[in-house]
């Protein structure tokens, strides 16, 4: 029987060869023999980012981010990737816990703000998407301009990383 170590050796060999299915498949047996393995999480993140398996990557980072509460690291990459109400609302219920363990963090309440507007954002294009309405563009010229010298705060970054994957709001929010 493999040891967890071996398993993220010969994951880690199979990932560097292309094999991807291959070290997920050993990365997921990791994860039967200790659910709590961080490593097995992270190898299977970035498997699920090799093959492009958006969601994939969301449930690990989401599994992820319940075992590490108070790490702001993985929630911001748990909401990095967050694309759907569903998963915004996940987010948004990771960050309230964070903020109710940590209420001092600035980075927390700023981030827990800033998904709450993501929020708002996604129940306008879902309205306007469900009515047919091709007023989207009209609802989203609503949405209070940002200020100049916000543009390099960590809102502008995360609009241009969601644009890099395809956010549906923060691209339409940026154009």
């Known amino acids: 029987m493999l ?20 070290s997920r498949q050993l990365l997921e047996s990791g994860l039967a023999l200790d659910e709590h393995s961080q ?3 992270w190898g299977l993140i970035k498997v699920c980012d090799a093959v492009q398996d958006e ?19 993985v929630l911001e990459a748990f909401t990095a990737w967050c694309q759907t109400p569903k998963q915004l609302d996940l987010a ?20 827990y703000a800033y998904l709450l507007a993501q929020k708002q954002n996604f129940a306008v294009l879902s309205k306007n998407v469900l009515s047919g ?17 916000l543009v390099n705060t960590s ?5 241009k990383e969601c644009e890099l994957h395809s956010c549906m709001t923060c691209v339409t929010a940026n154009n």
């Open 55 to 73: 969601l994939g990557s969301v449930n690990y980072l989401h599994k992820l981010a319940t075992l590490l509460p108070d790490d702001i690291t």
């Open 92 to 111: 948004i219920d990771l960050y309230a816990g964070y903020l109710h363990r940590r209420p001092d963090s600035a980075d927390g309440h700023y981030n």
């Open 3 to 22: 040891t967890l170590n071996d398993i993220l050796q010969r994951a880690l060999q199979a990932y560097n060869t292309g094999q991807f299915e291959k």
């Open 155 to 159: 809102v502008g970054n995360k609009m």
């Open 39 to 41: 490593p097995c999480l």
């Open 133 to 149: 309405c091709l007023i989207l563009e009209a609802e989203i010229t609503k949405v209070d301009p940002v200020e100049p010298d």
